[in-house]
C-alpha cells in the first residue's frame, strides 16, 4: 500500500502503481507521455493535441469542462489527472465515484516541477521524472542568464474577445510573463476581480497603457482585425501574436518555451 498526497493537499491511497489513466488536461497528458507512460494512458479531451497520434490511439473523453462520464467509467481508469484550473471542483467530485482523481495546481515553475516529481513518483517513474526536472532548471538557468541585460515592457496579454479577456495575477501565465520581464498592466489590476477577467479595452490607456500586446493563439483564434482594434486605443503598442501553449502549458512544455521566448525578443529587440 502506498500513500501520496496531490497538490490539493488530498491523500490517495493505492494498493499498486495506476497504470490505468485518463488524463483531462492537455499540458499533463504531453508530460506523461514524455515521462514513458504512453501505454498507461487509456483516455483524454479532444484538447489533447500532443502528441498528435494520439488523437487516433486514445480514447476521446470530452473536454475538460465537459467530460463524458460514461465513457470514462468504460475505461476502468485506476487514476484520473485532472487540474484545479482546467477542471470544475464538480466535476472533480462526479468523477471520484469512479476511480482516485489526482488534482495539480500549477501556478509558478516550482509548481510545475512539484507536478514532475510527482508524477515520477506515483507512476514509478523516478528517473524520467528527475531528468526532465534537470533538463528544465538547466534551461530556466540559461534562459534567466539571456534575460538578464533585456529592458523590462508593460503588456496585456488576451485570451478571449467578444467579450475581450486577459490574463491577470496568480496565473501561471502571468508568472511566465513576469519570467519575461513583461511587467503585466492587469496583474491584480484594481478595477478589476479574479484570474482571468474581462476588460474594457476602451479604457486600456487610462489603465497602463502596454508597451506589448500580446494576441494568444489558444483559446480564442485572434485575427488581425482584432489587433487593429485593440491598437486604436493604446498611445504606441505593438500586437504580437503569441503562442499560447507556450505560456500556459507547463510540464515539459517549458523547455520548448524557454527557446520560444528568446525568439520573441529578438524579434521586440
Same mark, same amino acid.
Given at each position: 500500500?502506498?500513500?501520496?498526497?496531490? @497538490?490539493?493537499?488530498?491523500? %490517495?491511497?493505492?494498493?499498486?502503481?495506476?497504470?490505468?489513466?485518463?488524463?483531462?488536461?492537455?499540458? @499533463? #497528458?504531453?508530460?506523461?507521455?514524455?515521462?514513458?507512460?504512453?501505454?498507461?494512458? $487509456?483516455?483524454? #479531451?479532444?484538447?489533447? $493535441? +500532443?502528441?498528435? %497520434?494520439?488523437?487516433? #490511439?486514445?480514447?476521446?473523453?470530452?473536454?475538460?469542462?465537459? $467530460?463524458? &462520464?460514461?465513457?470514462?467509467?468504460?475505461? +476502468?481508469?485506476?487514476?484520473?489527472?485532472?487540474?484545479?484550473?482546467?477542471?470544475?471542483?464538480?466535476?472533480?467530485?462526479?468523477?471520484s465515484a469512479i476511480c482516485p482523481v489526482w488534482v495539480t495546481d500549477i501556478i509558478t515553475i516550482d509548481d510545475s516541477l512539484q507536478m514532475i516529481a510527482d508524477f515520477g513518483a506515483l507512476f514509478h517513474k523516478r528517473t524520467e521524472a528527475q531528468k526532465?526536472?534537470?533538463?528544465? +532548471?538547466?534551461?530556466? +538557468?540559461?534562459? @534567466?542568464?539571456?534575460?538578464?541585460?533585456?529592458?523590462? %515592457?508593460? $503588456?496585456?496579454?488576451?485570451?478571449?474577445?467578444?467579450? &475581450?479577456?486577459?490574463?491577470?495575477?496568480? #496565473?501561471f501565465i502571468n508568472e511566465m510573463l513576469r519570467l519575461n520581464k513583461f511587467e503585466n498592466i492587469y496583474d491584480n489590476h484594481p478595477n478589476y476581480e479574479g484570474r482571468y477577467p474581462e476588460v474594457i479595452i476602451q479604457k486600456i490607456r487610462q489603465e497602463g497603457d502596454p508597451d506589448l500586446i500580446l494576441l494568444s493563439s489558444e483559446p480564442f483564434p485572434f485575427t488581425d482585425e482584432h489587433a487593429f482594434e485593440l491598437g486604436r486605443y493604446t498611445h504606441h503598442a505593438k500586437t504580437v501574436f503569441v503562442d499560447g501553449e507556450m505560456f500556459s502549458w507547463y510540464g515539459s512544455r517549458l523547455i520548448k518555451a524557454f527557446e520560444y521566448f528568446k525568439k520573441i525578443h529578438q524579434s521586440i529587440a
Open positions: 500500500m502506498r500513500t501520496f498526497t496531490d @497538490q490539493r493537499g488530498t491523500l %490517495h491511497v493505492f494498493n499498486a502503481t495506476p497504470k490505468r489513466i485518463v488524463s483531462l488536461v492537455p499540458s @499533463q #497528458t504531453e508530460l506523461l507521455f514524455d515521462l514513458g507512460l504512453e501505454d498507461s494512458i $487509456v483516455g483524454i #479531451t479532444k484538447f489533447c $493535441v +500532443h502528441p498528435f %497520434h494520439f488523437k487516433s #490511439t486514445k480514447k476521446i473523453i470530452g473536454g475538460t469542462k465537459k $467530460v463524458h &462520464y460514461e465513457k470514462i467509467k468504460l475505461l +476502468h481508469p485506476d487514476i484520473i489527472i485532472a487540474n484545479k484550473e482546467e477542471n470544475t471542483p464538480e466535476i472533480v467530485a462526479e468523477l526532465w526536472r534537470d533538463k528544465i +532548471h538547466f534551461a530556466l +538557468h540559461d534562459f @534567466q542568464n539571456f534575460m538578464r541585460d533585456k529592458p523590462a %515592457h508593460k $503588456v496585456a496579454y488576451f485570451i478571449w474577445a467578444n467579450p &475581450y479577456m486577459v490574463a491577470g495575477g496568480n #496565473t
